[in-house]
């Protein structure tokens, strides 16, 4: 059933003002540093930038007693819909709906003519070019051939795997390692594995989120159909963003895929022999193992860092169901309260690899912090981007490590920016398919 921003008023009422979305909980916290989890308040200060803040905002509106103005939307679109706030006041104080709460404050903007022309700009390429940099629709299967990775064509024959690419993982250049790495890795299940080809279409996440809720009902209907027509038996993405809208998004929408989606982090760590899911299991046991080597050979010790990615971590959860009744007695497992988030796949895969250190930050798993570059502002706040991606950059190299994993190539192209704005190298930021394949024989 399709909500709108006054469905949520019993979780805008619900605030306390506790400040429990501003931090992590006491009980995680290790020092002041690094002991906050909202991006929007560390950069902004004043409390209305706040969770709790954005609440207070909403239900001034709905209670008529604000105008929704284009300073009223700036607090809704000043925030990466990372969660942080959302775990939080579930964890410690309530059951309420942060992120969707938000999600409808942006959809109402989009309506009265408030959005960022940034995100204008963002569906117009989506709606002309199938993705969101409007680069040239043709040319969305080319890192095949400069990878020199061949998978096979989904559109003209029927496949065990059909591999989603993604608008950032098709068009970036400088993350072909990381695609080529995940389609090699999906070829060692011995199934059989596809793409679209120049036929596959952005999965509408980041425009969903940006409050263009119209924009879904095509790409989802699109990736349907596609899903079917080539008789997949499950969709793998290498994309945090694409994880989160075809395990949250679609089927919260009534647009559900009809096979299971797994990121490649759990994929691998299945055939690596890990614990795995249950619902994870690929449809042929396969034996690939960590090499006995150290990566290219080497024997020092090489210490490594994982960064969460908001919506394959505390975002992780899949949808399990629009609860009806009172959300006072909405039982824990409909809570999206970073329980069911892909934490322990991708650091099984690096505690796995011989040579190789796991050295964690002080904020991870459901608490961990942002990279900056969601919720439309790496496109429309390009600022508070950067500073929120530098801000984990300075985490991570105070742990010691010497290199920074990640599950998703938003996440690894904004740290690279802020490395690169930083000036610094005292750490290596790559992505989690490009890293452990060196170690599978």
């Not at 995100?119 to 680069?135: H, I, K, R, S």
């Not at 950032?168 to 995940?182: G, K, M, S, V």
């Not at 594995?193 to 989120?209: H, I, M, N, Q």
């Amino acid at each position: 059933m399709p909500l709108a921003l006054e469905d949520f008023r019993r979780d805008m009422e619900g605030c306390s003002r506790c400040s429990s979305c501003k931090w992590i909980p006491l009980s995680q916290i290790r020092s002041k540093r690094f002991s906050q989890v909202c991006p929007s308040i560390s950069k902004f200060k004043f409390h209305a930038y706040s969770g709790s803040g954005k609440l207070n905002t909403g239900l001034s509106i709905i209670d008529g007693r604000s105008e929704f103005d284009e300073a009223a939307a700036d607090i809704f679109y000043k925030c990466t819909m990372c969660g942080g706030c959302d775990v939080g006041c579930k964890v410690y104080r309530n059951d309420i709906d942060l992120t969707d709460t938000f999600a409808e404050a942006r959809a109402r903007a989009v309506e009265l003519g408030h959005a960022p022309i940034e995100l204008l700009m963002l569906v117009e390429n989506m709606n002309a070019e199938n993705n969101v940099f409007g680069e040239p629709k043709d040319a969305r299967a080319d890192w095949e051939a400069e990878t020199g990775v061949e998978l096979l064509d989904a559109n003209a024959e029927q496949v065990d795997i059909l591999l989603h690419v993604g608008c950032r993982l098709a068009y970036d250049t400088a993350l072909r390692p990381e695609i080529a790495a995940a389609a090699r890795i999906l070829q060692k299940t011995g199934l059989k594995v596809g793409t679209s080809k120049t036929a596959e279409s952005c999965c509408g996440f980041r425009a969903y989120e940006s409050g263009f809720k119209s924009e879904l009902a095509k790409f989802s209907d699109d990736m349907v159909n596609r899903v079917k027509s080539c008789g997949a038996k499950m969709v793998a993405v290498a994309c945090s963003d694409c994880f989160g809208a075809f395990n949250y998004v679609y089927p919260k929408n009534g647009r559900a895929l009809p096979v299971p989606v797994r990121h490649i982090a759990e994929i691998a760590d299945e055939m690596a022999g890990g614990a795995g899911r249950e619902t994870a299991k690929t449809a042929a046991a396969v034996s690939i193992r960590p090499a006995d080597a150290g990566r290219g050979g080497e024997t020092r010790t090489r210490k490594v860092t994982y960064h969460d990615p908001c919506n394959l971590g505390r975002k992780g959860q899949d949808f399990t169901g629009q609860y009806e009744g009172n959300k006072l007695d909405r039982p824990d497992e409909m809570r999206r309260a970073g329980q069911g988030g892909r934490y322990d796949e991708p650091r099984r895969l690096i505690e796995s690899i011989p040579g190789v250190e796991l050295v964690e930050m002080e904020r991870i798993r459901e608490y961990s912090w942002c990279c900056g570059a969601g919720g439309g502002c790496y496109e429309s706040q390009e600022e508070f981007s950067l500073e929120t991606a530098k801000e984990r950059i300075e985490e991570a190299i105070a742990t010691g490590a010497d290199t920074l994993v990640t599950s998703c190539p938003w996440c690894v192209n904004n740290f690279n920016l802020a490395i690169e704005a930083m000036e610094t190298g005292a750490i290596e930021v790559v992505g989690i398919s490009q890293f452990i394949e060196e170690a599978f024989s």
